[in-house]
């Protein structure tokens, strides 16, 4: 203890001890107190405040005193709401009247509270189950979706903790209740209470499939895969685990999750469990219906999938443009003309040489450029890269893929067929490529 502190105390006992000490003004009791027994919504008087303690020194009505001759206590600085004057506490107590005596219990181990009322604002803290917290007020919020999709019952709360944290909990796993209803103390903190830190960081981490690592490794994104967002949520808010990949979905109704050997969990009353195999990778199991045991992997990407498909259409938005930079009109004597447009898009003229056999003869003359095609290291020797050339036409088969090289006359393109095509890579060649050079047109 530090000089300061001491001799804070030292002052502290002298004014409560005193006769002449003057009131600071009125405030509210948000936590009840059991020794005297005083109901949260009463209003005190205050004394003192002392930061170093972070307590109030207030007075004790007389009719919570118990025959004694100590009319003074010390209650926690976040426990009291000090208002001022006594006209303004009034309405305030008035107004908190309302939730005066109304707690809540937590169901869910895990649950957590928030600096807003919406499942997507920043945890705060999060509670043990069969935590109580203090409910000050019901707010308008986002309201949390279910996996089927429908809102979930329930309404968000604004609450205190204990030991002094304020955010926000939606009660959908909270059992609210009322003072009279059961006594009310601090949590049941003790010491066979075990934080366990490994599940913490599980469940404050987000968990993307498999597929995403694989893509950031060979640094070929399918965007729309990714705007999916596959991923596992262990479901603390809801006490609903879900799996989500590619064609699997599943969801696990569970109360709690407890440990199942060396970094290890189930999800009681469930078949699903994980374990945490590295910091960044997560195995999750359950028992599919025919009985088999599945195993799916899910990984902690350092990068937010968001994020990594901002720098792919970064990515691609570049690409483009150094096609675009270097024409934006391309022509061929035998192929036509290409120009393409700053949006992406392109209009081809006269490319009659290649209908019927690559273009149907229906085929429109204008569409879209997506640079959504990665090539084999065995053709960086002659090509830059590919895209998919999709045709605006009504037309169920008018998407081609080509190779693309760009020189400083002009543009060379190799039309690639859909068998050379596998996980967004150009693997494969036709038998008998047809390669189309345009030369960039000047007089534009």
């Not at 203090?134 to 205190?160: A, H, N, Q, Y």
């Not at 490794?217 to 685990?241: C, E, K, L, W």
């Not at 700053?342 to 085929?363: I, N, Q, R, Y």
């Not at 009504?394 to 190799?414: A, C």
Request: net charge negative; proline share 5%.
């Amino acid at each position: 203890m530090t000089k300061i502190q001491k001799l804070s105390i030292i002052i502290l006992a002298v004014l409560l001890f005193s006769s002449c000490e003057q009131r600071l003004g009125y405030g509210v009791l948000l936590w009840s107190i059991e020794e005297p027994p005083i109901p949260s919504g009463t209003i005190l008087p205050v004394y003192i405040r002392s930061n170093i303690e972070q307590i109030w020194v207030v007075g004790i009505p007389e009719e919570y005193r118990r025959g004694n001759n100590i009319d003074k206590m010390e209650i926690p600085l976040a426990h009291f709401e000090f208002i001022g004057n006594r006209r303004k506490t009034e309405q305030w107590a008035e107004e908190f009247s309302r939730y005066g005596i109304t707690y809540a219990e937590n169901l869910q181990d895990g649950l957590p509270i928030r600096d807003g009322p919406d499942n997507n604002a920043r945890r705060v803290y999060r509670l043990r189950l069969g935590e109580i917290i203090k409910v000050l007020e019901t707010v308008r919020g986002v309201t949390p979706i279910s996996t089927t999709g429908d809102p979930l019952t329930g309404e968000w709360l604004k609450v205190l903790t204990h030991d002094g944290v304020i955010g926000y909990c939606f009660s959908y796993r909270l059992n609210v209740f009322n003072q009279n209803e059961e006594s009310i103390s601090a949590p049941n903190i003790t010491g066979e209470t075990v934080l366990d830190t490994e599940l913490e960081m599980v469940l404050s981490r987000t968990w993307s499939a498999e597929i995403y690592s694989n893509m950031v490794t060979s640094r070929r994104f399918n965007i729309q895969q990714m705007q999916r967002h596959y991923r596992f949520d262990p479901g603390q808010d809801t006490g609903v685990a879900r799996i989500f990949l590619p064609n699997l979905e599943r969801e696990f109704r569970y109360d709690r999750i407890v440990p199942d050997g060396e970094r290890a969990w189930r999800f009681e009353d469930t078949t699903l469990s994980m374990v945490l195999r590295s910091n960044s990778t997560l195995a999750v199991q359950f028992t599919d219906t025919d009985g088999s045991r599945r195993t799916h992997l899910f990984v902690n990407l350092t990068t937010d999938v968001n994020d990594l498909i901002v720098q792919e259409n970064a990515r691609r938005e570049n690409q483009f443009k150094d096609i675009y930079n270097e024409g934006p009109v391309f022509t061929s004597i035998n192929y036509g003309t290409i120009s393409l447009i700053s949006s992406g898009d392109f209009v081809w003229k006269d490319f009659d040489l290649l209908v019927p056999h690559v273009f149907p003869a229906e085929t429109g003359g204008q569409g879209r450029i997506e640079m959504d095609l990665y090539i084999s290291p065995s053709y960086e020797d002659r090509y830059i890269g590919a895209f998919t050339l999709q045709f605006t036409d009504v037309r169920q088969n008018n998407i081609f893929y080509f190779m693309y090289g760009v020189d400083n006359q002009g543009l060379r393109l190799e039309i690639i067929p859909e068998f050379g095509i596998e996980d967004m890579t150009v693997m494969r060649r036709a038998a008998t490529p047809t390669v189309m050079y345009f030369y960039r047109d000047t007089s534009q």
